[in-house]
């Protein structure tokens, strides 16, 4: 079974259309009604559809599998398509469908070092691989990124100052 949610991007549509898709033996099932077509890949990501006697011209524009998010272009109007199967609504339905997602807590030092400069404020939201300060170790300079989304809560550290390997420098929220 899948739950399939579809948005238009076009101004003046619907929003958040939602269907169950099952499969039964070798039919289609939409929303437990029998659905029928015929799908004929016309070349890479290109499809020629015919469903109750129309026909549709659709596109795969983007493709993730692993959100399982999809933009596509049917007849020139664009959708994106987000399909969840059984576990996906499992895992939603006990509260831990984000638990791939990276949770950030602090950054401690790497090494031993001298803080060269730091590229975040209290407050500020970072996103995964923004810079958040500069290292001086071993005579090099080193960029400490974010591993992941997030808010600095609180900085611990201070431009010229000597740290130790360990020593909690950012906190996030």
Same mark, same amino acid.
């Given at each position: !079974? ?7 991007? +076009?101004?003046?549509? #619907? ?11 070798? $039919? ?14 016309? +070349? $890479? ?15 795969? @524009?983007? #493709? ?18 987000? $399909?969840?199967? &059984? %576990?996906?609504? @499992? @895992? ?14 602090? /950054? &401690?030092?790497? !090494?031993?070092? @001298? /803080? ?11 996103? =995964?691989?923004?810079?958040? %300060?500069? %290292?001086? $170790?071993? =005579? ?20 010229? +100052?000597?740290?130790?390997?360990? +020593? ?6």
């Amino acid at each position: !079974m899948l739950k399939i949610t579809v948005n238009s991007l +076009q101004a003046n549509q #619907a929003e958040g259309k939602t269907f169950e898709v099952t499969r039964d033996k070798d $039919a289609l099932k939409l929303n437990g009604e029998d659905f029928s077509w015929d799908i004929l890949p016309q +070349q $890479a990501n290109s499809f020629h559809v015919i469903h109750e006697n129309q026909s549709y011209q659709v596109d795969v @524009l983007k #493709a993730d599998y692993q959100t399982k998010d999809f933009t596509l272009q049917i007849n020139g109007h664009r959708y994106t398509v987000n $399909a969840e199967d &059984k %576990l996906d609504l @499992l @895992l939603k339905r006990l509260g831990m469908d984000n638990l791939s997602q990276n949770k950030v807590n602090d /950054i &401690k030092a790497p !090494m031993p070092g @001298l /803080i060269l400069s730091i590229n975040v404020a209290e407050g500020d939201e970072v996103s =995964k691989g923004d810079s958040l %300060l500069i %290292l001086e $170790a071993m =005579k090099m300079e080193n960029v400490l990124k974010s591993p992941a989304d997030g808010v600095v809560k609180a900085i611990k550290v201070e431009q010229g +100052q000597n740290v130790e390997k360990n +020593q909690l420098m950012i906190v996030f929220e």
